[in-house]
């Protein structure tokens, strides 16, 4: 690229699975040079391939093109192999093993073109109320997410792909998602430095990145949220934790941000809080707006001309150490990944309360939700189908589907003798209707906080990929146990 542009402090999303001609100029015109991949883009993997390929053509040497590869429910790139979410590593507690999972995303991703991925999550989840985090955390434990992180975030790092670990300065103890509104987290210095900011603090000079959070935390700056808070992130992030990787945010579009302040003035005010990029998606009018904001902010001078040199060169450093390459990613490096990944998954399964398998010839009946949407955040649970499943070899095994496992009646449940399981393929928390189920079996392949509604023998996989089904289905045909130690408290 040429001389600084804005444009380079942006990172957009695109709309279709193709490059088309309009965004290309868009991009080359505003000298952006970062992209968010999301679902809407992911097509067959030679597609993904393609577009990456053109993106990196269009954006030049310092392109950055990020996504969304957690594990567990939060996968964009679904055809590779299917990562253990956060939690499920918790429960394996195996540092080495979250390890090579980190790895392993990593190429993964390094094959299709993918040079920055916005994990792992340091969000202590110590609020069973959480709605958007659960199990996308290591645990409730400060010093367990920061070696476990930490570790994940080493082994990706060691394959060549950026890590952005996030939400600093924590989206553990909330119970509103800041998609949908302004989260406050009502804590002194001193509670957060105690818990949430230990792993932001502990692992600053081995991470490349950190994505803000769109939370007010109003006993350190009552006005703004962090994304776009001086205090936050220059005075503690920049100043006194001398942090001097790329920060950037997390969407402005999230109504946390865009309802109270606009793609425009929430784009300078996070610059001038002392991020480096902004996440702008929308189509290429609403971009463009934050662009020309930027614009404006610097030749007006309230965006300083060393503000976008310094955010610059951090963003410059941080593309040329992880290049955009397209590795090969077939056969027994592959296969390898996806045995990993099962094993991972396998050493998670948290069996609470004497849950015991029941026996191959049981009469069983199953309940379970048709099909759960994606939220735009998570993936889609998984379908009644896979539950069916899972059931393959119990002759005597009924399936009732439930349109809204939420709204399971049990009153209506018969009591005829057979096994009664629910299981459960929703993110959210039951509430207080579940409180009157008695199944003789709770199988929880989501949200593991959904054990606190239900007082009965209870199996956490902490996810519903290939690998967390798989070693359920071995566990409920006696071939495997669930031995692991939840990660937070589920009594």
Request: net charge negative; glycine share 8%.
């Amino acid at each position: 690229m040429t001389a600084f542009h804005p444009g380079q402090l942006v990172m957009v999303d695109i709309q279709g699975k193709t490059l088309d001609a309009a965004t290309a100029a868009f991009l080359r015109d505003n000298q952006v040079r970062a992209v968010c991949l999301f679902r809407k883009n992911l097509g067959t993997e030679a597609e993904v391939r393609q577009l990456t390929r053109d993106l990196r053509a269009v954006m030049g040497p310092t392109a950055l093109i990020g996504l969304d590869q957690e594990g567990g429910s939060v996968v964009r790139a679904t055809f590779l192999p299917q990562a253990p979410s956060a939690m499920a590593l918790g429960a394996a507690d195996d540092a080495s093993l979250a390890e090579q999972v980190g790895a392993g995303v990593a190429r993964g991703l390094a094959s299709i073109g993918v040079n920055w991925n916005f994990a792992p999550v340091l969000d202590i989840n110590n609020n069973p109320a959480n709605p958007v985090i659960a199990e996308r955390s290591f645990s409730e434990d400060a010093d367990d997410v920061t070696r476990l992180a930490g570790a994940w975030m080493r082994g990706s790092l060691k394959e060549g792909v950026a890590c952005c670990v996030k939400h600093f300065p924590g989206h553990g103890d909330t119970h509103v998602d800041s998609h949908l509104a302004l989260p406050t987290v009502d804590k002194s210095r001193a509670e957060l430095d105690a818990l949430e900011l230990r792993p932001f603090k502990a692992l600053r000079d081995e991470a490349p990145a950190v994505m803000t959070a769109h939370i007010v935390y109003p006993q350190i700056d009552p006005e703004h949220p962090a994304t776009l808070s001086t205090k936050i992130l220059r005075d503690i992030l920049r100043v006194e934790w001398g942090y001097d990787g790329v920060v950037i945010t997390d969407a402005l579009m999230m109504k946390a941000i865009f309802e109270r302040y606009g793609y425009a003035r929430a784009a300078v005010m996070a610059i001038q809080a002392g991020a480096d990029m902004i996440l702008a998606q929308g189509d290429l009018e609403e971009q463009g707006k934050s662009i020309q904001a930027l614009v404006d902010a610097f030749a007006s001078g309230e965006l300083t001309a060393e503000q976008g040199r310094i955010a610059c060169a951090r963003l410059d450093k941080l593309a040329l150490a992880y290049p955009v390459r397209h590795d090969d990613y077939l056969g027994a490096p592959r296969e390898a990944d996806d045995v990993l990944m099962r094993k991972a998954w396998a050493a998670g399964l948290t069996a609470l309360r004497g849950a015991a398998p029941p026996a191959l010839n049981a009469a069983l009946r199953v309940f379970v939700q048709p099909e759960v949407p994606t939220d735009g955040v998570s993936e889609a649970g998984p379908l009644g189908q896979q539950i069916v499943e899972l059931f393959s070899a119990f002759p005597n095994a009924q399936i009732q589907y439930v349109d809204d496992i939420l709204n399971l009646d049990w009153a209506e449940v018969p009591q005829d003798g057979r096994l009664n399981i629910v299981a459960s393929t929703h993110r959210m928390r039951y509430g207080a209707n579940a409180q009157t189920w008695r199944p003789d079996l709770h199988l929880v392949l989501w949200n593991p906080f959904q054990a606190h509604d239900v007082p009965a023998p209870t199996v956490v996989t902490w996810g519903y990929a290939d690998g967390a089904l798989a070693g359920l289905k071995a566990w409920l045909e006696g071939r495997a146990s669930a031995t692991a130690t939840s990660p937070v408290n589920l009594d």
